[in-house]
């Protein structure tokens, strides 16, 4: 079973996008998993924003990755204002990172060194086991904190 370059272990995270079939892509790449479906979310109640009435047109299209111990979940913004679109106009995809635990974090990092992501800190956990935060940014909005062992 390919498992892809980062693997199966993290807890619940979403990530804001501005191309949710372009990141779908590269992430199914990444986790070693079939691309998931992209939905329109629906509203069941009114919502608000910033104290003012949700319009009807705002909402947000999502595709979700269900991993052995978490769910990541892309949104890209449609419509008018929001606060997936606020997000996204201040910075452009967002989450600060999201960290993996893989069984062995410097053939991870230099995997994902060569297919172009930096990996911008590197070192020893208090375990002894290497960790590093990868730099992908620039097409995916999120560093990849990898950690080598348990967590």
Same mark, same amino acid.
């Given at each position: 079973?390919?498992?892809?370059?980062?693997?199966?272990?993290?807890?619940?995270?979403?990530?804001?996008?501005?191309?949710?079939?372009?990141?779908?892509?590269?992430?199914?790449?990444?986790?070693?998993?079939d691309v998931p479906?992209?939905?329109?979310?629906?509203?069941?109640?009114?919502?608000?924003?910033?104290?003012?009435?949700?319009? %009807?047109?705002?909402?947000?299209?999502?595709?979700?990755?269900?991993?052995?111990?978490?769910?990541?979940?892309?949104m890209e913004p449609?419509?008018?204002?929001?606060?997936?679109?606020?997000?996204?106009?201040?910075?452009g995809p967002a989450?600060?990172?999201?960290?993996?635990?893989? %069984?062995?974090?410097?053939?991870?990092?230099?995997?994902?060194?060569?297919? =172009?992501?930096?990996?911008?800190?590197?070192?020893?956990?208090?375990?002894?086991?290497?960790? =590093?935060?990868?730099?992908?940014?620039?097409?995916?909005?999120?560093?990849?904190?990898?950690?080598?062992?348990?967590?």
């Amino acid at each position: 079973m390919n498992t892809g370059t980062l693997g199966p272990r993290l807890g619940h995270i979403g990530i804001v996008v501005a191309d949710i079939e372009a990141a779908t892509r590269t992430y199914a790449q990444l986790f070693g998993l079939d691309v998931p479906e992209i939905r329109l979310s629906v509203r069941a109640a009114p919502r608000t924003y910033r104290g003012e009435p949700l319009p %009807p047109e705002t909402t947000v299209r999502v595709a979700r990755f269900n991993l052995e111990n978490v769910e990541v979940e892309l949104m890209e913004p449609v419509g008018g204002p929001s606060v997936w679109r606020e997000v996204l106009d201040a910075g452009g995809p967002a989450v600060h990172h999201l960290g993996f635990v893989v %069984p062995d974090a410097g053939a991870t990092l230099a995997e994902l060194e060569g297919r =172009g992501y930096e990996a911008i800190h590197t070192g020893t956990r208090p375990n002894g086991r290497p960790m =590093g935060y990868v730099d992908a940014r620039g097409d995916l909005g999120v560093l990849f904190e990898v950690l080598g062992g348990d967590a």
